[in-house]
């Protein structure tokens, strides 16, 4: 069986990576490191003689792991050398190296920075940044009144971060690490994508600002990074104990190496948000469509997909992508971007803050919480999810975070006889509705604020009953 298994997976790691590589489509398309391939080994056996069959040398390895990168001569073709490591008995897996690009290819010139440089006053200024359509959309600052993402770790693997911003003033718990130059300081330098990393992570803070981030720099100055160095970060991703992990780019090639290391996040309980691409085109792309990662199509300010966007059986939800405003590195240190890379923050910020209320979610579960409590009612009409453009609907903070908040009616953070009286003038309409809306106070389930959730109420606060429970 050993053998028959390891046969598949050579016809999945030689023909498909190759196949990916003539069909992509001229903003996602990859090519391959050259001359090299990554490769992991069985347990006892040797990377060494692994690349001897190649002609090859060992040139770098992920601590930890049995994965090691391989660079092969000039001579030697990318597929003749992977039939010949997948023979070799020391290989169990043997990948290209594929070089990724970030999506915004199209949109480089539609980052418009905010020459006005406005200072940072905590809430209220930038205006834009606080009081942006995007951040509203999805309910962001309503979510806060429930939770603000405290005590949860978000890894960003990118281009780097602009460290002297002062919007990440104390956000960080710790560095990262530097893929690319291989150092333990991921700044961003200057380049084509200069502000990229920063623009993201902005987009977090924004979501969840009490949240701590971990950047991992595998994408150059220009958007180009390998998958070696995305693999590394990943696994980097788990080490560090991240509770999150934000994949602001894509590929066409299904890369198993990789793979493995997104099905060890899962493992993890890692919840994961990624970009499907900027070709307007309908897709399968990766990491947004491996297990347990959220594919966050992009919308505009009437809640029609970008005209940019990707789409496809992949799209999980759909969150604001245009037309964002966020931190950029540099002297005006803000501006405006669009992409899907800016719309699968969104949905990483969103699963920090129920990770907050809730640390012991698994990957599936929150993923079911944000594809659950998405919005279906748009303005232009109805989504029926599974929908190839807006998945299940548009990304609602509001709505996940009260999920794990029933009970809590007045969101002072625990359940008290304040929470009693405050549902009890609602069902005899003596008062306004829960804050930070009924569900809150739907306590059994059914869709409805009534007596019963009441009495459920009181069953807990007065006769050692059942504490209000999330929805399943």
């Not at 540099?330 to 640390?359: H, N, R």
């Not at 698994?362 to 944000?370: A, F, G, I, K, W």
Request: aromatic share 8%; net charge negative.
């Amino acid at each position: 069986m050993a053998n028959t298994s390891k046969r598949y997976r050579a016809v999945l790691g030689v023909i498909v990576p190759l196949l990916g590589i003539i069909m992509a489509g001229h903003a996602i398309a990859e090519s391959t490191a050259s001359q090299q391939v990554i490769v992991e080994i069985g347990v006892g056996k040797s990377a060494q003689e692994a690349a001897a069959a190649i002609n090859g040398t060992v040139i770098d390895s992920i601590p930890g792991k049995l994965i090691y990168l391989l660079s092969f001569p000039d001579s030697q073709e990318l597929s003749q050398t992977l039939t010949t490591l997948y023979e070799n008995a020391n290989v169990d897996t043997a990948q290209p190296n594929h070089i990724v690009g970030f999506t915004e290819i199209d949109q480089v010139d539609q980052v418009i920075p905010d020459q006005s440089a406005p200072p940072l006053l905590q809430g209220t200024s930038p205006a834009n940044y606080y009081g942006h359509a995007g951040y509203d959309a999805i309910g962001a600052d309503s979510a806060h009144k429930v939770s603000t993402g405290e005590n949860i770790i978000v890894a960003i693997i990118d281009n780097g971060i602009d460290f002297e911003h002062p919007l990440f003033n104390g956000a960080f718990e710790c560095n990262g690490y530097d893929f690319v130059d291989d150092d333990p300081l991921p700044a961003e330098d200057s380049g084509l994508y200069y502000g990229h990393g920063t623009f993201v992570a902005g987009i977090i803070m924004r979501v969840a600002p009490d949240c701590k981030l971990i950047p991992y720099r595998a994408f150059d100055e220009d958007g180009s990074g390998s998958v070696f160095n995305i693999t590394r970060a990943v696994y980097r991703a788990i080490e560090d104990s991240a509770r999150v992990l934000n994949m602001s780019f894509s590929m066409t090639s299904d890369n198993l190496i990789l793979k493995d290391a997104i099905d060890a996040a899962f493992d993890a309980n890692i919840a994961m948000a990624a970009a499907p691409g900027n070709d307007s085109s309908y897709v399968s792309v990766y990491p947004a469509d491996y297990r347990g990662v959220i594919a966050v199509s992009a919308i505009d300010s009437m809640d029609l997909i970008s005209d940019f966007s990707n789409y496809g059986d992949l799209i999980d939800i759909c969150a604001p992508g245009e037309d964002i405003y966020s931190s950029l590195a540099g002297s005006y240190q803000w501006g405006t971007w669009s992409g899907t890379s800016f719309s699968a923050p969104m949905a990483a910020g969103v699963s920090a803050l129920i990770l907050s209320l809730e640390p012991n979610l698994t990957t599936s579960r929150v993923e079911q919480v944000l594809a659950g409590t998405a919005e279906t009612e748009l303005v232009w009409g109805t989504v029926v999810p599974d929908d190839s453009l807006y998945g299940h609907g548009r990304l609602d903070a509001l709505e996940a975070v009260s999920e794990f908040n029933r009970g809590d009616v007045d969101c002072s953070g625990e359940i008290n006889a304040i929470d009693k009286a405050y549902l009890q003038d609602y069902i005899y309409q003596y008062g306004p509705a829960p804050i930070p809306l009924p569900k809150v106070g739907d306590l059994d389930c059914s869709g409805e604020v009534d007596l019963t959730d009441y009495m459920i109420l009181i069953n807990y606060l007065e006769n050692g009953g059942p504490k209000p429970t999330p929805c399943e």
